[in-house]
C-alpha cells in the first residue's frame, strides 16, 4: 500500500483534519494552526491551510511539518482577506509520495466554485475511481487517493446540487474516511458508513462551530465539545445554521481500535470512549494475563507510558524511567538503510543505566510490528545492565495489513506473520513475551465489539477483495 512499508517501526496514521465556520471574521488562521499543532502525532510529514471569507478562497501548504510551515509572516497573509471559514490538514502518507502536490487541502475549481477537500483515511477504490475518471477525461495531477475524491465530487456537480453530490460521491467511495469539504460558504464534515476514522464537532465562546480529528485539538484552542459524529453522518454548516444529515444507516459501527491503543493523544475523547483511560486499562488487564515478577516496570517512551502505568498500579511493581527519550530525533523509519535505523534507535531511546542495572525489568509497549524496534530496545538494556528484561505489548499480535488508513507493512514483513511466537521471542531477545488478549483490548473500550480489529484478526469492515467494480451510475 505505501512505498514506505520496508521503513516501518510503529504503524501510522494518515493524517489529521481541523475545520472552522464561523459567520463573521475571527482569527481563523490562527486557530487551525493551533488545531493542527494539537494533531500533528497524526503527521508531521506535511500540512496545509485553506480559507475562505464567503467570497475568496486562499489557501497555503507546503512539506514539513505545521511549526515549520507557518510562520508568523504565512498566517498574516492568510488573514489579508479576513476569512470566517477554513480546513486545515497534517499528512503522514500511507498513499502517495511525499511531494508538496500531494499535500492537503486540494483544492480544485468547480461549476460553483473552488472546493477544497482534506481527507483523513484510505480509500480502496481509489484505482478503480482513477481510471474511471482518467478514461472520460479527467487529469490527476497527484498521487493520492484523496484526489480521487474531490474528482468525483466536481463530476457530480455537473448533474447535482453540492449536498447531493458530496452524497453520491461518498456513497461511490470505498474504504476509511473522515473528510472536511469546503466552498467558499459552506463547511462539511462527513464520517465514513463505519465510522473506522474518528471526527468530531464542537463549538466557541463565538459561536463558530469547529471540526476535528480528536477532541485534544478542541481543548486547545478553548471550543466546546458537542459530539461525535456518527457513522454515515454529514454535517453542513453555513450562515444559516448547522444540519445533520445520515447518508448510511445500514453499517454496523467499526472504529478503528487501535486509536485507543495508540494513535489518538491520551486527552482525546472519541466515541465516549476516553484513551488515556482505556490504556490506563489495557496495563490492568496486561497484569491480569501475565503475572510476573520484577524489580520495575518501564515503558518504552511515549506509546507504552499509560499502558505501563496500569500495569504498574495493578501488580504493585515500582514503576520507573528505564529509558530516557531524545525527542529531537527523526523517526527512525525513514531512515535509508538498516544500519542507520539501528543507530537511530540508540540515539532516540538511551536506558538509564543507574536505574536498571541488576534489575528484572518488565517493558511495556503499544504493539509489534516488524520487531526491529522491540529488539534493540531489549538488547540496549541488556548492554546496561538489566538481569531480565519481560516484553509487554498492550495490543494483541499484529498478523494482517491494513487497508483502511495505517501504515502497515506487506504482510510478508510482519514479525507475527514470518515467525512462530518461540522465534518471535527469539529475534526480539526478551526473557518473556505477553501480548494482551484481543477479548481483553475490548474490554478496555468499553467492552462491545464495535472496533475494526483486521490487523489482529484479518477481519476487516471492507476490504479490497470486496470491491469488485465501482460505479458511478
Known sequence: MNHQGSFIQKPKEACGIFGIFSKRPIEIPSLIYYGLFSLQHRGQEGTGITVSNFK???????????????????????????????????????????????????????????????????????????????????NFYTSVDSEAIIKLISKNLVEFDLINAVKKTILTIKGAFSLLIMTKDKLIGVRDPYGIRPLCLGRLKTGAYVLSSESCALDVIGATFIKDLNKGEMVVITKS??????????????????????????????????CYLSRIRQGELLYKEHHLKADMVICAPDSGVHAATGYAQASGIPYGVGLIKNRYVARTFIKPT??????????????????????????????????????????????????????????????YPCFLGIDTPNRNHLLANKYSFKKMQQFIGCDYL?????????????????FCTGCFNGKYPVCPSKIKKTRFA
Open 241 to 274: 445554521g448547522i444540519k445533520s444529515i445520515n447518508y448510511s444507516k445500514n453499517e454496523p459501527q467499526h472504529t478503528c481500535i487501535f486509536e485507543y491503543v495508540y494513535f489518538a493523544r491520551p486527552d482525546s475523547t472519541i466515541d465516549g470512549i476516553n
Open 56 to 138: 475568496t478562497v486562499d489557501q497555503y501548504k507546503n512539506v514539513g511539518s505545521v511549526g515549520e510551515i507557518f510562520n508568523r509572516d504565512v498566517i498574516n497573509d492568510l488573514n489579508k482577506i479576513k476569512p470566517c471559514l477554513g480546513i486545515g490538514h497534517v499528512r503522514y502518507s500511507t498513499a502517495g509520495a511525499k511531494g508538496v502536490e500531494n499535500v492537503q487541502p486540494l483544492l480544485t475549481d468547480t461549476r460553483i466554485g473552488p472546493i477544497a477537500v482534506a481527507h483523513n483515511g484510505n480509500l480502496i477504490n481509489a484505482d478503480l475511481i482513477r481510471d474511471q475518471l482518467e478514461r472520460r477525461g479527467s
Open 434 to 450: 505477553g501480548f494482551l488478549s484481543l477479548d481483553n483490548l475490548i474490554q478496555t473500550c468499553g467492552g462491545q465489539n464495535k
Open 338 to 399: 538498516q544500519e542507520l535505523r539501528e543507530h537511530s534507535v540508540y540515539i532516540k531511546l538511551n536506558p538509564l543505566r543507574v536505574n536498571i542495572a541488576n534489575k528484572d525489568i518488565i517493558l511495556i509497549d503499544d504493539s509489534v510490528v516488524r520487531g526491529t524496534t522491540s529488539h534493540y530496545l531489549v538488547k540496549s538494556l541488556k548492554q546496561a545492565g538489566a538481569k531480565k528484561v519481560y516484553l509487554l505489548l498492550a495490543s494483541p499480535v499484529i498478523q
